[in-house]
């Protein structure tokens, strides 16, 4: 069951408690999922910062989540998993302002992606938010698929800004 779309999101950090939730989100978002093993590495890296978004009534009562590195000055956002259900009420753009919030708020002043080629919605929701393409990586991924890459500087954004819906709450 999925919740209204209008439910406010709510976004936290996530922890290892949350691995069996992440796992299932990975599964059902991605060809190739990462591990429980990698991502207990990324709940338990001090550098990394992984958050998890529910709405009320949402399947498992988790809708997405998105992982970010964050080291000096730049953030790299490494993935964004929405529950197939919940897909197209802006849950993505929520997780990413929030992480791209707590990365300036740890002094990041740029955030890289990569994205495949060929993902459109992936790369409109990322242009939506003020990323610019960068350049491309051939090969990229194990089956051969280019990434484009992607960067956002935080600095003009102030953190809070970035591509937030009209009249929305800040992340």
């Known amino acids: 069951m999925s919740a ?20 299932a989100l990975e599964a059902g978002s991605f060809e190739h999922p990462w591990s429980a093993a990698l991502l207990r590495t990324e709940l338990e890296s001090p550098h990394s910062v992984v958050l998890l978004a529910c709405r009320p009534g949402a399947a498992g009562g988790v809708s997405g989540y998105a992982a970010f590195q964050i080291a000096a000055d730049e953030a790299e ?5 929405v529950h197939p259900g919940e897909r197209r009420r802006g849950l993505g753009a929520d997780l990413v302002r929030a992480g791209i919030a707590r990365a300036v708020a740890r002094g990041a002043a740029r955030c890289f992606l990569e994205v495949r080629t060929n993902n459109r919605p992936a790369i409109e929701l ?6 610019g393409e960068r350049g491309r990586r051939s090969d990229y991924y194990a089956d051969g698929a280019d990434a484009l890459v992607m960067a ?10 970035i591509g937030r819906r009209s ?3 800040p992340s």
């Open 4 to 23: 209204a779309p209008d439910a406010a999101p709510s976004i936290r950090r996530a922890g290892t408690a949350d691995l069996r939730a992440l796992v």
């Open 77 to 81: 956002l490494l993935r964004v998993a």
């Open 126 to 131: 990322y242009r939506r938010l003020g990323f």
């Open 152 to 161: 956002l500087e935080l600095a003009d954004q102030g953190g809070l800004r």
């Open 167 to 169: 009249g929305g709450p």
